[in-house]
């Protein structure tokens, strides 16, 4: 079995989803000391991709060697061992090296949830869930805010869209992945994809919508992940959502009042 940094990475957060949805005090544990090794993936994707060969990454590895090349003119980084990668900490310093830098905000909210992580393997955890599930949420939102910015990944291509929606569901950790695509959507580089203000997700609420290609025109919600399809009405040639049509003669809709004429 081979499973590259970002398969693997892929597949602890679809576990993380599963775990919350539990809804239990063992479901939210493991989604805990699962979410901070999905970041801990994440961070050595971003790492692997900023290596010179990024088929053969070098700085994925704790111990390195520096030496010069013969004419005295490089250095040349070579792993000692290729046994251990780097830690969490190492991860964020090497990040630092390659001028792609976790903001110190972000780390911090990391931080906190690794804290609890920690406490939740090795103490007594004297912590109210409630907490854990706020630090937790915050902490899924820094995630999800990286893999869209920093891998340029869309969470939809990663979490499997089910599981997602009914999580979002989940008042806490809807505030929080809101929040995260709202800071997203005032990133300037991807503002004219963004109908903000223009549209309104059915199934969430949120106006974090992006145009949706494909045969019928659309929106998606970026927050939920839901696609909400449109169609012209026959009869009065308004869009409307496809589910709020009926079909008519050949490939045409009706919207329901020009189907009850
Ligand atoms: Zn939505
Ligand atoms: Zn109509």
Not at 190 to 207: D, F, H, I, M, P
Not at 228 to 241: A, I, L, R, V
């Amino acid at each position: 079995m081979k499973l590259s940094i970002m398969d693997n990475a892929t597949d602890s957060l679809n576990r993380v989803v599963e775990y919350y949805a539990e809804g239990t005090t063992s479901g939210l544990k493991a989604a805990v000391k699962e979410l901070i090794s999905c970041i801990e993936l994440l961070l050595k994707e971003k790492i692997r991709r900023l290596d010179l060969d990024p088929g053969n990454p070098v700085l994925l590895f704790t111990k390195l060697k520096i030496s010069l090349d013969d004419k005295r003119t490089k250095y040349i980084i070579t792993p000692i061992s290729k046994t251990k990668t780097v830690t969490f900490d190492e991860a964020i310093e090497r990040l630092e090296w390659l001028g792609e830098p976790i903001s110190k905000p972000d780390q911090s909210m990391i931080g906190g949830l690794k804290k609890i992580r920690n406490a939740l393997e090795h103490l007594e955890v004297n912590e109210n869930p409630e907490e854990i599930k706020k630090v937790f949420a915050i902490t899924l939102g820094v995630t999800i805010r990286f893999i869209e910015k920093y891998l340029k990944t869309a969470r939809e291509s990663v979490v499997d869209n089910a599981a997602w929606k009914t999580l979002i569901k989940k008042p806490e950790i809807y505030a929080e992945i809101e929040k995260s695509y709202k800071v997203l959507s005032q990133d300037i580089l991807s503002a004219e994809k963004w109908l903000t203000g223009s549209a309104t997700c059915c199934y969430c609420g949120s106006v974090l919508v992006v145009g949706s290609d494909g045969y019928y025109s659309g929106v998606k919600c970026k927050v939920c992940g839901h696609l909400q399809e449109f169609e012209m009405c026959y009869g009065c040639k308004n869009d409307f959502p496809i589910d709020e049509l009926t079909p008519a003669e050949g490939d045409t809709y009706l919207c329901l009042i020009c189907s009850n004429i």
